[in-house]
């Protein structure tokens, strides 16, 4: 993390991409901690410094408040970054050595130009300019911009002994003029003066600082000024300025516009430029190649300068890049003799010391590349700069692509911001919109325009200049026909950089026909493909591919496991523009898919699992542009089960309403039932079973039982599991949903059973998602017996094979299992921490199931705190959900019974027996003893005789331990509280005497004690 105070304050990451630190005095604080860095300040004066007078109410916990925010701010742009603010008594700490005016004073001392430039450059401003009226920074800026002067002069000095006098007099004068009465500084303006040939203005200068000393100060010049003043009127030869031909002389063009979201690529060829004797950039047309060659080149310091030559108006494949270079360089044709211009150049060149900028060399890559070499065989002072489309393909080039800019990650506004694509388009559309703004109105539909043009830094540019008229939501609505918007009137740019087609019409202009069918023909693929699916679709090979990527009009990709090839969506519109043959290429490109589909399917529920999920993932998008061009039921079909693996309800049921053979629609029919099930449709049992009975298969009767059983429906469940199973996998899963109705049920032994064996058999698989579900439910076992320890270990097991697998839904899942295990530990902050982070996570993945899970732990760690406002919150929002289910939704009686709970801590033991008593019949409604069990409990804390709760106690105690299912430590909290109180009206003796008659109660017969 880096700070800037030389100017307004600001933080950049490593990386020189800004962080927003939100508000005033947050922003405050920072300066402070950095006016001070590496000291602790104490609290007391931090809050002095950000309040004065008008101290807050509990000022101590605001400032704690400002120190958070601080701190996420920091850590949201760089992990580990909130550990810079560190807490010491008796205050707070900054610790960092990434300051630039620590940097600039690290320079500050040395003598040469290129130091001191380099110094002076980290300059923005005055130092704290923002905080320029805070007491606590003035001793600091004082102290810098007394430096920053000094580093002026030394400059100054440095740059006359080089012969640039012309430059140095223009610049000191502003200086002198605010600055009057400096001497050190009015002596290198008098030299500058003098040297440049303007001795009688010299003397003007030195006649007003004798003049202003006197009035001002009663003072005479100092014995230095008044000595150069002396050999000024004796025009002393020491004074001389150097010769003209040691004066460097660049031809670089003036800076028109800040480069914005460059800064990490400037830092990193700042330092390769200089090693190197040929650097090319290469990338897309539009990218900023030239523009980034400029700025590299400007900060380059070559005792014969630094050259920028513009091939682009040479015609395609033209010979005559020598004359543009000498042309450049300012040398001319001698008469009387006849020599070809690259012997001309090389001999020109042969003694010089010096980096030429070649622009634009891909139309003209044999000629440039020929020169070049030569060149750099034989100038051994010559570095060479080149921009390029494809590489030159010399030895020794060090090729760096340009990258495009990064975009926007999120909508929200701080994402927008850290984005270098929108803050670009921000500014370039400021500059013809005044008023224009990025903020919460502006930044989604910025944040889509940023995405659809692919941080295309020229793409962007032409769309800011639209904005004025259409408004930056009129620009996204219109992107679809973008060739006809994306232009522009401004005359000072080329031809071929005026519209997005010229861009993108320059590089098709230089492939062969053969080139541009496989170019055009890609651009049928959404998110790129393999190197196998465009051989397949495209007829291309690794040749043509290979030359595309040299073009920069493909992209490669190894992120992954394979290699793949994208096109920036601008050239995939393009060339989809070109393509005669759309409709039999997409019907080869849905044709591939399909087959691939097919091909996953089954390796999807096998050892094979993690490697086809990771590669259906890559194809996301072509499979729904397959799916969107004629793939229809029968690809539909195929990535049912990848579809469940990755949570995408919504997307199957669609898909799986397509057309399609009689077999096909009675196959999707089956599965669309289940899909439909767990987004909530109503369970009608007839419809149900019909569906299964017009396509008999195994698998899809399991999926459909197991969803009708996370409605709570649990006989129809029951009935609905298939008993002969098709294969292994088959009946693996059916175990795995046996052992959840066991759970249900409080069946141990069935439980044990069939998790075991459904663990084992997809072990044998090695299914990583099968083995996932059995673990949730042997946990559950693990559980439900009182080891919470093995519980916790096997779920721990199951988050690593979740996340190894990025099953997301069911990492929340584990992480709400673990949660829950730690309330029923007593652990309830790790509850909440847990709790939170499934819950996020199933907000994200839009899993209301996962929601569910994860609030209910959320709720019960708050409600066992006595932060009963959160508490009801999340159990009130999940009792409405689970009541309105047709039949009571599993979880629904403990949430009833933490719901009695809190009401009975809030003062109503009415309504908290009310919601025992509907816990209880909602468990037995489901056959769930261990709920009835708990309901039981709750209701011994609510009733007001002391003696029904003390006979409710004894059956609850008598049927846990029937089951076999100890009351956690969590649990024992409840009846612990509930017996002393009981214990206390009755004495101990009737109490024992009345719990050993409640233990030979049913769970039945002593809710029935309730009505008596």
Known sequence: MRFGVLGPLAVTTDAGEPVVVPGAKVRVLLADLLANRNQVVSADRLIDDLWAEDVPANPL???????????????????????????????????????????????????????????????????????????????????????????????????????????????????????????????????????????????????????????????????????????????????????????????????????????????????????????????????????????????????????????????AGDPGIAERVLATLGVHEATGASVAPDDRLTVALRDRQLLIVLDNCEHVIEPAAA????????????????????????????????????????????????????????????????????????????????????????????????????????????????????????????DRQRTLTAVIGWSWELLDAADQQVLARLAVFADGCTTEAAEEVCGADLDALARLVDRSLVVPDDSGAEPRYRLLESIAAFGLERLPDLKAVRA????????????????????????????????????????????????????????????????????????????????????????????????????????????????????????????????????????????????????????????????????????????????????????????????GLLEMRGDHEGAAALHEQGLGWAEELALWPDVGGKLSWLAWLAVQNRDYARARELGERAYRLAAEQDAPAAMVFAGMSLGMAARRTGDLAPALHHLGAIAERGRAEAQPALYLPMILVELGYAAEQSGDPAAGLALHLEAFAAARTMDAPRDAVMALEGMASAVAAPEVAARLLGAAAATRAALEAPAAPAERDETDRVTARVVTALGQERFSALLAEGSRLGPDDARALIAA
């Not at 903020?439 to 800011?464: F, K, N, S, Y």
């Not at 109705?741 to 299914?767: K, Q």
């Open 588 to 779: 080869q490109h849905t044709a591939y898919y399909t087959a691939l589909a097919e091909q996953a399917d089954p390796h999807l529920r096998g050892a094979d699992q993690q490697q086809w999920l990771a590669r259906l993932d890559a194809e996301t998008a072509n499979l729904r542009a397959a799916l969107a061009h004629g793939g229809g039921l029968r690809l539909a079909n195929a990535l049912t089960w990848y579809w469940i693996l990755r949570g995408r309800l919504t997307e199957a049921r669609r898909a799986l309403a397509h057309d399609g053979s009689a077999a096909e629609q009675a196959q999707a029919a089956a599965w669309r039932v289940g899909f439909a099930l767990l987004q909530g449709a109503p369970v009608v049992a007839e419809e149900i079973r019909a569906a299964l009975a017009a396509h008999p298969g195994d698998r899809a009767a399991w999926f459909v039982a197991n969803a009708v059983l996370d409605r709570g429906e649990v006989t129809l469940a029951a009935e609905l599991l298939p008993t002969v199973f098709e294969d292994r996998w088959t009946e693996a899963a059916v175990l795995s949903t046996r052992a959840k109705l066991a759970h249900v049920r409080g069946d141990l032994a069935e439980l044990e059973r069939t998790g075991t064996r459904s663990g084992a058999l997809f072990a044998e698989l090695g299914d990583r998602w099968g083995q996932l579900q059995a673990n949730d439910w042997l946990g």
């Open 61 to 315: 916990g605001a400032l704690q408040v400002r120190v958070s925010q601080l701190r996420k701010a920091l850590n949201d742009a760089e992990p580990g970054a909130r550990d810079l603010v560190e807490s010491r008594s008796p205050g707070y700490v900054l610790r960092t050595a990434e300051v630039d005016a620590d940097h600039f004073t690290a320079l500050a001392g040395a003598s040469d130009v290129e130091t001191l430039t380099s110094a002076l450059k980290l300059w923005r401003g005055d130092a704290y300019a923002d905080m320029a009226d805070e007491e606590f920074v003035r001793a600091e800026a004082t102290r810098l911009t007394e430096q920053r002067l000094t580093v002026r002069e030394r400059l100054a000095d440095a740059r006359l002994a080089r012969g640039e006098h012309d430059l140095v007099a223009a610049e000191l004068a502003e200086l002198v003029a605010r600055h009057p009465l400096r001497e050190s500084l009015r002596a290198l303006h008098l030299r500058a003066l003098y040297a440049a040939g303007r001795q009688t203005e010299a003397l003007d200068s030195y006649a007003d600082l004798r003049e202003r000393l006197a009035d001002e100060l009663g003072l005479d010049p100092g014995p230095e000024v008044a000595a150069l003043h002396r050999k000024i009127l004796e025009q002393d030869s020491a004074l001389s300025p150097p010769p003209k031909a040691a004066i460097i002389r660049n031809s670089l063009p003036a800076r028109l516009d800040e480069l914005v979201g460059r800064a990490e690529a400037l830092a990193e060829l700042r330092t390769l430029v200089p090693g190197q004797r040929l650097v090319t950039l290469i990338g897309p047309g539009g990218v900023g190649k030239t523009r980034l060659a400029t700025e590299v080149a400007r900060e380059q310091t070559f005792p014969d300068g630094v050259h920028l030559v513009e091939l682009a108006p040479l015609p």
């Open 371 to 494: 020169l070049v070499a030569r060149v750099l065989r034989e100038a051994t002072g010559v570095t060479v700069l080149a921009t390029s489309r494809e590489p030159l393909g010399l030895t020794g080039e060090v090729l760096w692509e340009v990258p495009l800019l990064a975009v926007p990650d999120g909508g929200d506004l701080d994402a927008v911001r850290r984005s270098a694509a929108a803050r670009l388009f921000t500014a370039r559309a400021a500059a013809h919109q005044r008023n224009f703004r990025l903020d919460e109105r502006t930044a989604p539909a910025v944040a889509q325009l940023c995405r659809r043009l692919d941080g295309l830094p020229l793409a962007l540019e032409l769309a800011a200049t639209r904005v004025r008229s259409l408004g930056v939501t009129g620009v996204v609505d219109r992107l679809d026909d973008r060739f006809r918007l994306l232009s522009t009137a401004q005359r000072d740019r080329p």
